[in-house]
């Protein structure tokens, strides 16, 4: 049973460290087995022997590329934390960055809403100035208007005193 503190590949090592001792100590008893038997059943048991040697050889060759990829995954975690440990102050500086291109735009925004609010008073001034152009505009023309009527009413009142004038003085000359 595995505990919690110990990793599957933990296991599987255990296991196989002892699945390799027993095939050593199955060979090295076989050998000796063989050994002690006599020439004309020797070739059974020799054949039997090879055939443990050779199941050892392989089991090996596979002991040492399990070792070899358990190195490579030990790196590669070594490699990837590293890298974590290199990501964390990107991450911190990614998070700083935008917050400060969040306030940019905050203050872009707010520029714009000041800028729109510029421009609609200014458009509201403009149009309240029109307006009063317009109507002194309006006012100057009443007001020549009516000083053209007073000044030719000037004028015939002018002439009726010239002519009052003349006869007056045509009278009081006669």
């Not at 609609?120 to 309240?128: C, D, I, L, Y």
């Not at 009413?153 to 009726?160: P, R």
Request: proline share 1%; glycine share 4%.
């Amino acid at each position: 049973m595995i505990s919690s503190e110990q990793s599957p590949l933990t296991s599987l090592n255990a296991f196989l460290a002892t699945l390799l001792l027993r095939l050593r100590s199955a060979q090295h008893h076989l050998v000796s087995r063989a050994l002690s038997y006599s020439l004309v059943g020797i070739y059974g048991h020799l054949d039997l022997c090879g055939t443990a040697l050779l199941d050892t050889f392989l089991l090996e060759q596979k002991w040492q590329v399990y070792q070899q990829l358990n190195e490579r995954e030990g790196q590669l975690a070594h490699e990837l934390s590293l890298a974590q440990a290199q990501l964390f102050p990107l991450r911190k500086d990614n998070a700083r960055l935008v917050r400060e291109a969040n306030e940019l735009h905050r203050e872009a925004i707010a520029a714009a809403e000041t800028q729109s609010a510029s421009v609609r008073t200014a458009a509201k001034t403009q149009s309240q100035l029109t307006s009063a152009v317009d109507e002194a505009n309006f006012l100057r023309a009443q007001v020549e208007k009516k000083l053209a009527s007073q000044v030719d009413a000037c004028n015939a009142l002018q002439e009726q005193v010239k002519v009052g004038t003349r006869r007056t003085t045509k009278d009081i000359g006669s």
